[in-house]
Antibody, heavy 118, light 110 residues
Framework: QVQLQESGPRLVKPSETLSLTCTVS????????WTWIRQPPGKGLEWIGY???????NYNPSLKSRVTISVDTSKNQFSLKLSSVTAADTAVYYC????????????WGHGTLVTVTS | QSVLTQPPSVSGAPGQRVTISCTGS?????????VHWYQQVPGTAPKLLMY???NRPSGVPDRFSGSKSGTSASLTITGLQAEDEATYYC??????????FGGGTKLTVL
């Protein structure tokens, strides 16, 4: 059974770049659409974007100018970079595996709360 | 704008049946894309509950069922149990926003 685990700084200053890594274990990162999803405190789920293992990406238009998601097949990891953060970017960030470009998320990380604060 | 609309809350007594709706549009559910459902217990990650409209992953009780028609989908829980208390999200592909989620429905077991 594949497992996903997020890691990275829990506190980020305004205007800086949020960086998270998701480590995939128990399965290969080749194939599938590796996705980041976030959830502001007390709110619903917001799709950030994905990177297919071959390097094809798709981002939420509302975040596209600030987001980079990339897969590192040599480390079985994928990452999220979100630049110019503000307090509105405070959220629990989940990494997840999407089975196809239009499909469902069958595996999720536990999530990590990232707080944007000076 | 791409939206999947869910009722903010539903409730039911143990043993009862509840249904959660998910209403979309011609750019998502109405275009024929499948609907998927997730269950999120507070403080935990969402868990896949139903995929491709009406399919349960291994381990999900058959008290949970799903359906889709036109631009809407629904999740039905029969024989409600206290452990079903959670927030439920629908999700579908959208032509404008690939990873579209509904706003979530909080289920309270009375």
């Amino acid at each position: 059974q594949v497992q996903l685990q997020e890691s990275g700084p829990r506190l980020v200053k305004p205007s800086e770049t949020l960086s998270l890594t998701c480590t995939v274990s128990g399965g290969s990162i080749t194939s599938y659409f590796w996705t980041w999803i976030r959830q502001p405190p007390g709110k619903g789920l917001e799709w950030i974007g994905y990177d297919y293992y071959s390097g094809s990406t798709n981002y939420n238009p509302s975040l596209k100018s600030r987001v980079t998601i990339s897969v590192d097949t040599s480390k079985n990891q994928f990452s999220l970079k979100l630049s110019s953060v503000t307090a509105a970017d405070t959220a629990v960030y989940y990494c997840a595996r999407r089975v196809s470009w239009s499909g469902y998320y069958d595996s999720w990380g536990h999530g990590t709360l990232v707080t944007v604060t000076s | 704008q791409s939206v999947l609309t869910q009722p903010p809350s539903v409730s039911g007594a143990p043993g009862q049946r509840v249904t959660i709706s998910c209403t979309g549009s011609s750019s998502n559910i109405g275009a024929g894309y499948d609907v998927h459902w997730y269950q999120q217990v507070p403080g935990t990650a969402p868990k896949l509950l139903m995929y491709n409209n009406a399919n349960r992953p291994s381990g999900v009780p058959d008290r949970f069922s799903g359906s889709k028609s036109g631009t809407s989908a629904s999740l039905t829980i029969t024989g409600l149990q206290a452990e079903d208390e959670a927030t439920y999200y629908c999700q579908a592909y959208d032509s404008y926003l690939s990873g579209l989620f509904g706003g979530g429905t909080k289920l309270t077991v009375l």
